[in-house]
């Protein structure tokens, strides 16, 4: 069950360099929205109409407000898309479609859970790590950018209650280096008992390989090229091991799979 | 105000199909768009066996149109029949099964599997599919080629019969004609141009398969040529369709010719495209004294 | 950085050709656009006699193109010889003569007459306007005619003999080809795709000929995808263009494997198109380390 | 010779139901810009990408001020192209081409004159009469419009200090019917010594029947789609009598043709 709303833009800022928060309000799609699931996202046109978007744009969830009727994204200008949605202001009206997908399996009370995010995938993360809160879990977040001013999702996490890990490349706040490399100082017994992960094809693979060696079942979130996003067209299909006969729909069997049904692929399926 | 229409033996409540491959097999959009309400489903094609489709990306954005490479991914005929025919029987909706095949051998199947089914109003043949190796458009592109599967399709059923001709022909008519004297119901057309798009960061082609089928607005002037050129040849009724986005563009086909009209991309962009076509189609007859469509199927064919 | 080209024997001092059709005779944008600064000047299709073109509108727009039906209007070669030609010659530009006709007797009087003037660089046949009735489209649809006007026209000039053909065909490969093996020293692609528009007020096609050739953005990924077929297939040097509107789309042109690209209804849109184009693909050779074209063209295609 | 400029709007009010004057600053076009020249103006894209112009628009130069380096325009809006311009606003910039095709042949010193236009085919014409007066022209002006709030142009042609005489359909003010009814009451002897007229198709071929009646020479100003605006695409074709076998460029022969030139069919070349 999904909506169209034809959503008024409260307020889409500017929160570090190239990367925007929108909130709009969208009521149906704020009261059901889960952690994982997207919206699909209505693009105004460029001034050269041939470079305008025809189709739609995919972003996660990054956190909804039912009471208040308000859902928002984080993102990154990647290109045409992004650079006009950075564009529109509060007062004008944006169409969006959603929730779509499927979001992630929440986790029991009392559990503790391991999220592992890079760049734009820490987006459906921080929503997911509201949630786990709030149903009483222990929130561990490995949190990977480039650069500090990149840590745009951190102040939210910590707010929420989330103990945050930090790696960044270029050393200017926590570990330099990946962001994967904080994985290897996880207590070696009970690390977690579910892991979440959502960023860079390669991270994810080291996400990946650790659950593996320490037996935790986790969770990732892919990315691809989307036509629709409900399922109909089939254009968004990953192949998730090499040897599968088939493909998997990101957007409707995804955008989350179950993290030891995917083989990594470098820069497949993952997002910046 | 009556939007009914024959489409071939096909009968439609009104003239707003949804295209094949753009609405799967009906559900998709459930609650926002129903398949009981449009015209026709027309379903994603179906092959003998289940296929596969083609390696990601398949999806790629051009000016004002996209591109596709799905490679006709579905999961064959019994799978067909068995899991998602019966949701849309049920539903009330018209439905019209697009078949492929990698040769004769494959349509006939095919024709005769669907005639025993019960549920379906027609069958499209799509012999026009831009992204598969063997089949598909080059089927498509020869005269005596559709001459002899739309034969072959309708020995096997009583149902009516659409080939969809591909645009990527030099001689459009001729294959319109082909498939007419062969005994077609209907026509259906355009499908998709065939295209590319490249990548300059990374110097390549942008879709796994290199090339794909070129739908939306851009291809509305050369679908809209195709459909008055093949209306002044065929006496059969024709489903029209290419880049409609608005009632305009689908006022635009029927002016040209088409009794019906398809709707694809469009749904992508505006889930509700179907229904505002509709609308929007009755604003117009009513706005200029029309009762039927018939009064509007190739009013601008010279 | 070198930007120098040999196209089929015609040397371009940068790869941005000015289309047919779209500069009329070189000094239409004087002041803005110069012909000399561009690659090369392809001046409007040239007839034996002069030809009056068609009725108006000749001109209606659509999703990221335009429709032209302008029907080779022109003053005939002997105007064009005196009254154009001088001033192009004495301006520095490299001239290529767009050529078009009604038969094979009126290509060859036109290359004859044309190999005997001086300050002409190369010949492009036109057999591909869809615009005329008799003629253009239908002269480049066939290989065998195509082949026939290519050895014809190579027998009365020593001067690079270029096609343009046209991408209203099922097999393109088929048709370049066909040239290539006829003598053709390049290969020019593509022409307009025959499209038409209508108004769904008056209930009338948009052009004064119903039909006319799609031109812009919207046809991009069509010529993409023929120029990566063509480039596959010949040796021949390939001018390739189609919906040009940036350096990044004619870098696009150059992947697939384009020698040199030609700038059309951009021109319209930015006068100073050409110009930006050709700064956009130095940077853009620099960006990624390139100092020749020949480092770029064909890049993409597997 | 012309320019392409990149104009900042200083202003893009709307004067009247659907009529909007445009002013920019286009120092170069300011300078050279002449009464019956054209500008060739890009326009800022539709929210449906597959709607948006990708041609420029051609509208007449309706006034210079080449001290203060502006250009204006007067618009009605008719389809998608001057619906988007009426959305532009001040600080925003538009590619401006020009001046671009003939302009009107001024007359000389003393001379009488007559301008008779209707709906936008005013804007050349109170251009016209500005420069007519200036060089000390006697300016007689028949200005037609469905209805008096039409009459846009009315105040700027008085304030000029041409003598107007008005008609409107609705009789709302002046004459109730056709402008060309008020051509009967001009005096028999010396109406004038040119005319000039711009205006829809059959209210031209009344004023070409007025002129070649009583011998006086004439100027209209004809309308054609247009792609390149400069000459060289043959797209703006108009063939100017039944007989003819050429076809006359409206951009570059014209967009001013004598009238004598012009045979008007009902609908063609004419300005709404
Ligand atoms: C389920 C999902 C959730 C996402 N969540 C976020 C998020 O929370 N924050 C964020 O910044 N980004 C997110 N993305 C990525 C975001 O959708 C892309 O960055 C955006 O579509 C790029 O559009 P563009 O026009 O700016 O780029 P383009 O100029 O179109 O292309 C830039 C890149 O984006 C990719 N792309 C182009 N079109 C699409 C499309 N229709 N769908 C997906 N990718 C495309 C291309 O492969 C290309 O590499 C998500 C993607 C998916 C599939
Ligand atoms: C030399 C000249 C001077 C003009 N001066 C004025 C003026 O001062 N004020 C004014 O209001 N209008 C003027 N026009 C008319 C103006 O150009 C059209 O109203 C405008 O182009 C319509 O654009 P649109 O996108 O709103 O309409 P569209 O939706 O494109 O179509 C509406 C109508 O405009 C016509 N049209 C479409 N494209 C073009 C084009 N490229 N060139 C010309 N006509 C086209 C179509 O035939 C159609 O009937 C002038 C036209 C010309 C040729
Ligand atoms: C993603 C996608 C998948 C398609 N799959 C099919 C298909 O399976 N069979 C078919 O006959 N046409 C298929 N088509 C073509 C459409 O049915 C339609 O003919 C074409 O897209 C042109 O119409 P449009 O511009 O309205 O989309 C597909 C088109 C798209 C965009
Ligand atoms: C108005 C117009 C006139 C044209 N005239 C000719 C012509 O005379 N001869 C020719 O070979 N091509 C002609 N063309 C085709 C162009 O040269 C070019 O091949 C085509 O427009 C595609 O390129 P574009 O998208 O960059 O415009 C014309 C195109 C336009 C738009
Ligand atoms: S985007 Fe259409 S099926 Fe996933
Ligand atoms: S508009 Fe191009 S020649 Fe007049």
Redesign the interface.
């Known amino acids: 069950m999904f909506f169209l709303e034809n959503a008024e833009i409260v307020e889409n800022d500017r929160v570090g360099d190239g990367l925007y928060e929108l909130k709009c309000r969208a009521p149906q799609i704020a009261g059901k929205g889960e952690p994982g699931q997207f919206v699909h996202v209505e693009i105004k046109p460029h001034q050269d109409a041939s470079a305008s978007p025809l189709l739609r744009r995919p972003f996660s969830l990054y956190g909804t407000d039912a009471e208040r009727g308000m859902i928002s994204i984080l993102y990154r200008i990647r290109g045409v898309g992004t650079s006009l949605l950075a564009e529109v202001g509060p007062g004008e009206y944006l169409s969006v479609l959603g929730p779509l997908g499927k979001g992630f399996t929440l986790s029991g009370a009392g559990s503790a859970v391991l999220l592992v995010g890079g760049g734009m995938g820490i987006a459906p993360l921080a929503y997911l790590a509201d949630r786990l809160l709030e149903s009483g879990c222990g929130v561990n977040v490995l949190y990977g950018a480039e650069t500090a001013r990149e840590l745009v999702a951190l102040e939210k996490l910590e707010q929420s209650g989330a103990r945050c890990h930090v790696a960044t490349m270029d050393g200017s706040r926590g570990h330099k280096g990946l962001v994967t490399d904080l994985l290897a100082r996880m207590p070696a017994e009970k690390a977690a008992d579910m892991i979440y992960s959502c960023g860079p094809s390669e991270m994810m693979a080291h996400v990946a390989q650790f659950a593996k060696e320490r037996g935790i079942p986790g969770e990732v979130s892919l990315e691809s090229n989307m036509a629709c996003g409900v399922g109909v067209c089939l254009g968004c299909a990953v192949r998730l091991k090499a040897g599968d006969r088939d493909y998997a729909k990101v957007c409707s069997d995804g955008p989350v799979f179950p993290i030891d049904q995917v083989e990594f692929e470098a820069g497949e399926g993952g997002r910046k | 105000m009556n939007l009914e229409v024959d489409l071939g033996g096909i009968r439609l409540a009104n003239p707003v199909v949804m295209a094949s ?4 097999y009906g559900f ?2 459930e ?2 768009l129903n398949p009981n309400e449009v015209g026709a489903v027309i379903t ?1 094609a179906t092959t003998r066996e289940p296929w ?2 083609n ?14 490479a ?1 490679g006709l ?1 579905n999961p064959g005929i019994e799978v067909f029949l068995s899991k998602y025919l019966p949701r849309l029987r049920s539903s009330g909706a018209v439905v019209i099964v697009n078949i492929a095949g990698r040769a004769l051998k494959e349509y006939v199947e095919l024709a005769s599997i669907i005639d025993k089914a019960t549920g379906v109003a027609g069958i499209e043949i799509n012999i026009s599919c831009p992204n598969v190796e063997l089949g598909g458009m080059q089927l498509g ?1 020869a005269p005596r080629m559709v001459s002899e599967i739309v034969k072959a399709v309708k020995e096997e059923t009583n149902l009516p019969v659409m080939p969809k001709l591909s645009p ?4 459009i008519v001729g294959i319109a004609t082909a498939a007419e004297c062969a005994g077609a119901d209907a026509i259906s057309m355009i499908n998709t ?8 960061e990374t ?3 942008v879709l796994g398969n ?2 794909g089928g ?1 739908s ?7 679908a ?2 195709m459909v ?1 050129q093949v209306y002044r040849a065929v006496d059969i009724p024709i489903l029209g369709g290419g ?1 409609i ?1 608005s009632a ?1 563009d689908a ?2 086909f029927f ?2 010719g088409a009794s019906a009209v398809s709707v694809g ?1 469009g ?6 495209l179907a229904m505002e076509v509709k609308a929007g189609i009755e604003d ?1 007859m009513e706005r200029h004294g029309h009762t039927g469509l018939d009064e ?1 199927i190739g ?2 064919v ?1």
């Open positions: 491959g753009t609405f799967g998709g959009y609650g926002l994603k596969a489709g390696p990601p990306p398949r999806i790629a954005e051009t000016p004002c149109g996209m591109l596709n799905i991914e592109t990527n022909v030099t001689d141009l065939q295209g590319m798009a490249v990548d300059i110097k390549r082609p290199i090339f070129l939306g607005p851009a291809i509305k002037p050369v809209l040529r008055y880049g986005m305009k006022i635009e002016l040209v991309t749904t992508f962009v505006n889930p509700r117009y509007i009013a601008a010279l």
